[in-house]
């Protein structure tokens, strides 16, 4: 699914309207049937409806939904901001029609305001701005925003909330900007719902297909995307009858150091449950026990070191590579990573403790292989490029921090991002809270792995593993409740979620 600008947006409405035969009022009205419903769905006609409306078409929504709503006999109240006399041609058209069924509860607002009492019973219907929003509310928006906001009502936002910008939110005011506890989108999401800081504005979201043009959307160009079930489906290779353990590689696991010889098993395990057909784990002596012991499927290759890794291994037989899980940050671990770096000819995952050891020798990166996929969560990514203030800003940094190293970059997280050397964002949808937990991370560096050495390409491996790794997450929550769920259930749901995406529907 390709997430759109704001100013996309706005495109895509006016090429249905001219390209569709669809005229413009119609096409709010079936935005506004939406909202409604999902609003009727939600709340009955106990509460009260306030619906705060701007003279733009975010408004002319609201308009459309008053009457609906009213229609329904819910009861409603409509306060319409009239600030410039500038009003939308369907804001408008909404404006008579509600008039016309008889609604009269509407107050309009040019400049003195006295705000209507907001009671916790009160759902109040944020119609204000939404894609159309150029800068940062102030003046009287900003005071109604921090009115709502300090209600005790429920808010639903039309489209976004009110002063979101759907990019970047840099220099954005954030106490004007409409807290939320739903939001109905028309379309598609927008960007900065994906970012964690903004989740307190949008609330749940929900996303109300409106019919936008199949040929605007197809033919748009943006470098994000939500990675889709059906997607990812496509990706995955069936097996040949006559397959053998030689054609779906052999992977090398570099992992584990004194005290975290854990992080060597999970990724070891998650590996062998998805699909790789042979793996070594080279790891410090000292480990070599418990990795025989718990991940008998996999060869284990002992450093030359007791307790850290210590000494660049030979890469020559191996289809890919994973450096990272556990392997701690020894001086001389981070100069064997680097090392080892030099001779990672074949596919690569760097994760954890190899990008901390870059992150200290910033000035090897450029010794980090093409094309490798490096999977930092946010400390690790900002350990790298430096301290962020926003996600936009981070996303903005991976990215060129991915288009300098050729490399892929795994920003691990809720909504996690692959990005790609060209620049492409795509965000998962798999996952949930109870992966925050240790461990999680090795386990995609293992999945991840195993899908190098059976030749996936990188970008294939990054969607398809991302993706699996937190359907597996969500099967363990479904299983074990969010709270208990742990990285060895991720782990052991991992089957399921390899037989959910492989079963035909
Ligand atoms: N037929 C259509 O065009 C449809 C439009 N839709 C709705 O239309 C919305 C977009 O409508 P518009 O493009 O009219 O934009 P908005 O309704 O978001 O805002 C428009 C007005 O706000 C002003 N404005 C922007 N930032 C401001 C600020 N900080 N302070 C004060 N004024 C500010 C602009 O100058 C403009 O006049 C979507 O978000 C969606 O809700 C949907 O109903 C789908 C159909
Ligand atoms: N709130 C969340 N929603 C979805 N996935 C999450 C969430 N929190 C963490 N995860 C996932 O769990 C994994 C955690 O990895 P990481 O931070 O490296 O942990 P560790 O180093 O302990 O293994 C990542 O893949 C991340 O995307
Ligand atoms: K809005």
């Known amino acids: 699914m390709k997430i759109l600008s704001c100013k996309q947006q706005r495109e895509a409405d006016a090429y249905t309207i001219s390209h569709e035969s669809i005229l413009s009022i119609n096409l709010m ?32 929504d609201a308009l459309a939904v008053a009457r609906m709503l009213f229609l329904k006999h819910y009861p409603v109240e409509v306060v319409f901001f009239n600030v410039t006399g500038k009003i939308s041609e369907e804001c408008l058209t909404n404006i008579r ?3 016309e069924c008889g609604f009269a509860n509407f ?22 701005f939404g894609a159309g929003l150029n800068k940062p509310l102030s003046g009287g928006f900003a005071a109604v925003v921090q009115y709502i906001n300090a209600s005790q009502s429920t808010v639903v936002s039309i489209d ?14 954030r106490q ?21 800081e903004n989740e307190e504005y949008v609330g749940e979201w929900e996303v109300l297909d409106i019919g936008t043009s199949q040929e605007f959307m197809k033919n748009v160009t943006t470098p994000y995307y939500i ?4 997607k990812v489906r496509s990706l995955i290779r069936p ?54 012991t718990l991940v008998p499927q996999a060869t284990v290759e002992d450093d030359l070191h007791e307790r850290f890794f210590a000494e660049p291994t030979d890469l020559d037989n191996y289809q890919a590579i994973a450096i990272g899980p556990g392997l701690g940050q020894e001086e001389i671990t981070a100069k064997t990573t680097i090392e080892q770096l030099d001779s990672c000819y074949v596919p690569t995952v760097l994760d954890a403790d190899a990008l901390n050891n870059l992150s200290v020798y910033r000035n090897f990166l450029n010794r980090v292989p093409k094309q490798a996929i490096l999977t930092p969560h946010v400390k690790e990514l900002e350990r790298l490029v430096g301290r962020c203030s926003n996600s936009y800003e981070r996303l903005s940094k991976a990215k060129e921090l991915s288009s300098y190293l050729q490399c892929y970059i795994v920003l691990k997280g809720a909504w996690t991002t692959i990005i790609t050397p060209e620049g492409n964002c795509y965000f998962n949808p798999t996952g949930n809270p109870g992966m925050a937990t240790g461990g999680s991370g090795d386990v995609l560096t293992g999945i991840l792995l195993a899908l190098l050495a059976q030749g996936y390409p990188q970008e294939a491996a990054c969607r398809l593993g991302v993706y699996v790794h937190g359907l597996a997450g969500d099967i363990a ?3 074990q409740g969010v709270i208990s769920m742990n990285a060895a259930d991720i782990i052991e749901a991992l089957p399921e979620a390899w037989k959910k995406l492989t079963e035909t529907k």
């Open 29 to 60: 009205e079936k935005a506004a049937s939406l909202i409604t419903d999902a609003i009727c769905r939600r709340w009955d006609k106990a509460r009260r409806m306030i619906v705060f409306a701007g003279a733009g078409n975010n408004g002319g």
């Open 477 to 479: 929550r479904e299983r």
């Open 227 to 230: 990675t889709e079930e059906a």
């Open 239 to 292: 097996y040949k009858k006559f397959a053998h353990k030689g054609m779906r590689g052999h992977g090398l696991l570099i992992a584990g150091s004194y005290g975290m010889g854990g992080a060597a098993v999970m990724a070891a395990q998650a590996c062998m449950r998805s699909g790789i057909g042979r793996l070594t784990v080279h790891t410090p002596i000292c480990n070599h026990n418990l990795v025989q």
């Open 107 to 128: 107050t309009e607002v040019s400049s003195q305001f006295d705000p209507p009492k907001l009671t916790r019973n009160d759902i109040v219907i944020d119609g204000l």
């Open 97 to 99: 029609r509600l008039k």
């Open 176 to 196: 004007n900007i409409i807290q939320a506890d739903l939001t109905l989108t028309i379309q598609l999401p927008k960007l900065s719902f994906l970012f964690a």
């Open 160 to 173: 976004t909330p009110s002063g979101l910008m759907g990019e970047d939110n840099t220099y954005n005011v």
